[in-house]
Each structure stands twice: as C-alpha cells, then as structure tokens.
C-alpha cells in the first residue's frame, strides 16, 4: 500500500513562490507516474501537473500554471516536487499528490490510485 504524505504549503503574498513536496513510502515510487492537482472551495480536484514513472524529465502542466511551476522527482529519496513560482490569487487551493501504478503520466485525476491528504496554500492579493 502505497502512502503519500505533503508538505510545504502555507500562506504567500501575490507574486511569490512556494515549494511543496511529497514523500511516498510502501512502493516501487520510481515506477509510478506522479502528479499533483488541486481542488479550491466549491470547485472540482483539478490538474496541476504530472510525470511518468521511470523517468526524471518531462513533464505535463495545466495550461494555468505553465511556466509558473515546476514538477520534478527524486526517486533516491521517494520525493516528488512542486515549485510554484509567480503565485496569483487563484492559485489558492489544497494542494494534494497523487501516484498512479500505470505508469504514464495523466491528466485525470482516476487515473491515480494513491493520494496523500494535502496541504493548503494560500495567495494573498
């Protein structure tokens, strides 16, 4: 069983930037595809940004925050990354990862069998 567990959320002001990190233990973390979404008050979990297992370069991001962020991986250290640079107010949201065995990559959120229990992050204008 595989568990993830993030961290690095907080409170930012408009324009600053935030790392958020995720370590995964019970798995083959190397091998799993690694996203992370988000899910603000009253809105649907949504997209952020992923990486297929077996690999530590290429990436896929939502439209809203290519550019701003990046997704990268230590699979020495069962860890997944999201920095998020350029922070706008609508970023705000709980922040979950997500760990998929099928290896590739996507960009739905049933696609991933493992979550974590996310962390907040707040932008203020």
């Known amino acids: 069983q595989v568990q993830l567990v993030e961290s690095g959320g907080g409170l930012v002001q408009a324009g600053g930037s935030l790392k958020l990190s995720c370590e995964g233990s019970?798995?083959?973390?190397?091998?799993?595809?690694l996203g992370w979404f988000r899910q603000a008050p009253g809105k649907e979990r949504e997209f952020v940004a992923a990486?297929?297992?077996?690999?530590?370069?290429?990436?896929d991001y939502a439209k809203s925050v290519k550019g701003r962020f990046t997704i990268f991986r230590q699979n020495s250290e069962n860890r997944v990354y999201l920095q998020m640079n350029s922070l706008k107010p609508e970023d705000t949201a709980v922040y979950y990862c997500?760990?998929?065995?099928?290896?590739?990559?996507?960009?739905?959120?049933?696609?991933?069998?493992?979550w974590g229990q996310g962390t907040q992050v707040t932008v203020s204008s």
């Open positions: 019970g798995g083959t973390f190397s091998t799993y595809a």
């Open positions: 997500a760990a998929s065995s099928r290896r590739f990559a996507s960009v739905d959120r049933t696609a991933y069998d493992y």
């Open positions: 990486m297929s297992g077996g690999v530590t370069f290429g990436a």
